[in-house]
Structures are given as structure tokens and as C-alpha cells.
């Protein structure tokens, strides 16, 4: 059975970091993409970034470009989400989803999320 867990929400002051992790059980990450999405009270859920083990590619959202960034530790199976200069705007909960190769709002593999707030 496929599984991933987030871990690693909190609150944070702006200007802060968080790290979440997105641990996977059940499948390598060798043939997925990674994904990590955000939704904010109220809004639509959307793209933040991007992951594929497969070329060690790499895509994040406007927003968050330049302050986010994406490892992957390999013997826990693990995906990270570093969050440097954490914004107010940031606050959302975090899900980590997966796909064979594709990365994108319908992926099949979900996690129940990880809560970020951050504080101005």
C-alpha cells in the first residue's frame, strides 16, 4: 500500500524557516514525481514545487522560487521542503502527492498534510 506522511508544520515567525518532510512507504520514489502543495483558508490549493528523482529535477512556483528548495534522502525514502524567508502568504496546510512521472493537481497519491503558519 502506497503511503506518504508530511511532517514538520509549525509556527513561525516571518523571516523564519521550516523543513517538511514527506516520507513515502509502499513505493521508491524511482519512476515518481513528488509533489508539494499548499491550500490557504479559503483559496484553491495549489502548485508549490516539484520533484524528480528520476533526473534530480526540479520546479517551484513563483512565489516561493528562490527561497524554497527540495532534497531527497534516499535510504528514508524522504523528500524535504526547506522554507527559508517564511511569509505570512505561506500559511496554508502542506501535502505532499505523487504520481508516476507526473506532477500536477490530480495526482493519485496524497498525504493528509502538514500545517505552516506563519506569523508577521
Known amino acids: 500500500e502506497v503511503q506518504l506522511a508530511e511532517s514538520g508544520g509549525g509556527l513561525v515567525q516571518a523571516g523564519g524557516s521550516l523543513r517538511l518532510s514527506c516520507a513515502a512507504s509502499?513505493?521508491?520514489?524511482?519512476?515518481?514525481?513528488i509533489g508539494w502543495f499548499r491550500q490557504a483558508p479559503g483559496k484553491e490549493r495549489e502548485r508549490v514545487s516539484c520533484?524528480?528523482?528520476?533526473?534530480?529535477?526540479?520546479d517551484f512556483a513563483g512565489s516561493v522560487k528562490g527561497r524554497f528548495n527540495i532534497s531527497y534522502d534516499k535510504a528514508k525514502n524522504t523528500v524535504f521542503l526547506q522554507m527559508n524567508n517564511l511569509k505570512p502568504e505561506d500559511t496554508a496546510m502542506y501535502y505532499c502527492?505523487?504520481?508516476?512521472?507526473?506532477?500536477?493537481?490530480?495526482?493519485?497519491?496524497w498525504g493528509k498534510g502538514t500545517l505552516v503558519t506563519v506569523s508577521s
Open positions: 520533484f524528480w528523482l528520476s533526473d534530480g529535477g526540479t
Open positions: 509502499g513505493f521508491t520514489f524511482a519512476d515518481y514525481a
Open positions: 502527492a505523487a504520481e508516476r512521472r507526473l506532477c500536477y493537481i490530480g495526482m493519485t497519491y
